[in-house]
């Protein structure tokens, strides 16, 4: 049998060890699947990725404008590259994240994907 005073410090305890739990909750990024948007992109600015085996960093995610309804963005990835590297479907990869084949075209400063996120009429 559990009295009330055992009873409220388990209680206590458990309070401050889910107050932890939502904090480091918080911290974790969101999932940058294939239908991953500009904020979700936006969230991992800074983040290493490896594009087909080399290092890169994403440098930006911006918004785009448009004549397009729908959610346009840019990526840029700034990092040591091939010399034969060029524009062509890459499999971009993050750790723990999975890999994603992506359209990235090559620029003086590294590569680049763009995205158009079209919405339909409802």
Known sequence: MIN???FLKSGGAAIAASAGTTASLAAVRPSL???????SWQAHVGQRFEVDGHAVTLQSASALTGQNSGEQFSLRFAGALPAGMGDAIHTLTREGSGTQALYLARTPQGLRADFCRLQGDE
């Open 4 to 6: 009330k005073r055992d």
């Open 33 to 39: 699947g294939a239908q991953a948007g500009l904020a």
